[in-house]
């Protein structure tokens, strides 16, 4: 059994102007001590994705539909008492900027502290002990000092490990990091890239990496899933999703990454912006947008086609090159289609 099972999750956000369909029916699994990357354009339904796990959406927004299973525990509709055991616990999460995570009017070691001391039963000298060990983990020097400091006497980098610190206080089963080299310079992305990675290993931690960076994923996922419109796209493991991307979405990201091998080049950018998810259209999402769209594309939305056992996509192109080799024949309306 899978760690996390998350089933045709259905996020709204209910506004003035009407609801808003952020995750629209979106499935996947995470396997214990493996890392998951979700991929998309600011506004695919990333983060919302991760606090709809964590049940931490803004007032507007409701999980209206579907399921998200915690080794075999349903969270939809489970309380916040068993919420509040599960976050921090069994899940931690690290928000996107660590420039505005941490409160400026309090020391790193009054709000590492606070975390130990609301999800452990440590308490007083042992949580400052153990707030040592945790910013010795991740890398800090003088963690002593370092404790008695505010955010701001802290670098980008410095405050990030303080909130990878503060996540992994009780040493949860999954890690959800949001963006979590945003605002940061390479150098230190890299740093803080690699110190998951170790982390990951000696601690054993699932890892859900919520990110637009595609050079991120390639270095630590084993299995991608690409978001748009609030919707999956493609998913598949991390060799497939790069070396035969199936989905045009997943092709123009791919065409946007600048290689060696496009040194002196134009970056071929996705072009005309992203859907607006108060009016969407009745076909496939990416449509409008599209280089190679068809009508078919226009008026409906394709299936979830398996390419094989651990790469599905949905998109038209796929039946398209199954019916010009035979593979795939369609029905008298074109709707649907058989292999």
């Given at each position: 059994m899978a760690l996390l099972e998350v089933r045709n999750l259905q996020t709204s956000f209910f506004t003035d102007a009407g609801e808003v369909k952020a995750v629209n029916d979106i499935s996947f699994n995470l396997e214990r001590?493996?890392?998951l990357g979700i991929v998309g354009e600011s506004g695919s339904g990333k983060s919302v994705t991760?606090?709809?796990i964590m049940q931490i959406l803004a007032g507007t927004g409701k999980i209206v539909g579907g399921s998200i299973k915690l080794d075999g525990q349903e969270l939809v509709?489970?309380?916040e008492k068993v919420m509040k055991n599960v976050r921090g616990n069994r899940i931690s999460i690290i928000f996107q900027d660590p420039m505005t995570s941490l409160n400026p009017t309090y020391t790193i070691g009054k709000q590492l502290t606070e975390a130990i001391m609301l999800h452990t039963d440590k308490r007083g000298a042992e949580a400052k002990v153990r707030a040592v060990e945790l910013l010795k983990l991740v890398g800090i020097n003088e963690p002593e000092k370092r404790l008695k400091q505010y955010p701001f006497e802290h670098?980008?980098?410095?405050?990030?490990?303080v909130m990878i610190a503060m996540a992994l206080a009780c040493e949860p089963d999954i890690l959800i990091a949001d963006e979590p080299t945003t605002a940061l310079d390479v150098t230190i992305q890299a740093q803080i890239l690699e110190l998951m990675s170790s982390l990951q290993k000696e601690l054993g931690m699932a890892i859900i990496m919520?990110?637009?960076?595609?050079?991120v994923v390639a270095q630590m996922c084993d299995e991608i899933i690409v978001m748009y419109a609030g919707s999956i796209c493609e998913q598949g493991t991390a060799d497939e999703?790069?070396?035969?991307?199936?989905?045009?979405?997943?092709?123009?990201l791919m065409r946007s990454i600048p290689t060696a091998d496009t040194a002196g080049q134009k970056l071929q950018p996705i072009t005309g912006t992203p859907?607006?998810?108060?009016?969407?259209?009745?076909?496939?999402?990416f449509a409008p947008r599209c280089d190679n769209a068809m009508k078919i594309c226009i008026r409906h939305r394709a299936d979830r086609m398996l390419i094989n056992d651990s790469h599905a996509a949905n998109c038209w192109m796929n039946v398209k090159k199954g019916v010009e080799k035979g593979e795939i024949i369609l029905d008298e309306?074109?709707?649907a289609y058989c292999e």
């Amino acid at each position: 059994m899978a760690l996390l099972e998350v089933r045709n999750l259905q996020t709204s956000f209910f506004t003035d102007a009407g609801e808003v369909k952020a995750v629209n029916d979106i499935s996947f699994n995470l396997e214990r001590g493996k890392v998951l990357g979700i991929v998309g354009e600011s506004g695919s339904g990333k983060s919302v994705t991760a606090y709809s796990i964590m049940q931490i959406l803004a007032g507007t927004g409701k999980i209206v539909g579907g399921s998200i299973k915690l080794d075999g525990q349903e969270l939809v509709g489970a309380g916040e008492k068993v919420m509040k055991n599960v976050r921090g616990n069994r899940i931690s999460i690290i928000f996107q900027d660590p420039m505005t995570s941490l409160n400026p009017t309090y020391t790193i070691g009054k709000q590492l502290t606070e975390a130990i001391m609301l999800h452990t039963d440590k308490r007083g000298a042992e949580a400052k002990v153990r707030a040592v060990e945790l910013l010795k983990l991740v890398g800090i020097n003088e963690p002593e000092k370092r404790l008695k400091q505010y955010p701001f006497e802290h670098s980008g980098g410095m405050r990030q490990r303080v909130m990878i610190a503060m996540a992994l206080a009780c040493e949860p089963d999954i890690l959800i990091a949001d963006e979590p080299t945003t605002a940061l310079d390479v150098t230190i992305q890299a740093q803080i890239l690699e110190l998951m990675s170790s982390l990951q290993k000696e601690l054993g931690m699932a890892i859900i990496m919520i990110t637009h960076d595609l050079g991120v994923v390639a270095q630590m996922c084993d299995e991608i899933i690409v978001m748009y419109a609030g919707s999956i796209c493609e998913q598949g493991t991390a060799d497939e999703i790069f070396y035969n991307p199936c989905h045009e979405y997943t092709k123009g990201l791919m065409r946007s990454i600048p290689t060696a091998d496009t040194a002196g080049q134009k970056l071929q950018p996705i072009t005309g912006t992203p859907i607006d998810l108060l009016n969407m259209p009745e076909g496939c999402p990416f449509a409008p947008r599209c280089d190679n769209a068809m009508k078919i594309c226009i008026r409906h939305r394709a299936d979830r086609m398996l390419i094989n056992d651990s790469h599905a996509a949905n998109c038209w192109m796929n039946v398209k090159k199954g019916v010009e080799k035979g593979e795939i024949i369609l029905d008298e309306e074109g709707g649907a289609y058989c292999e």
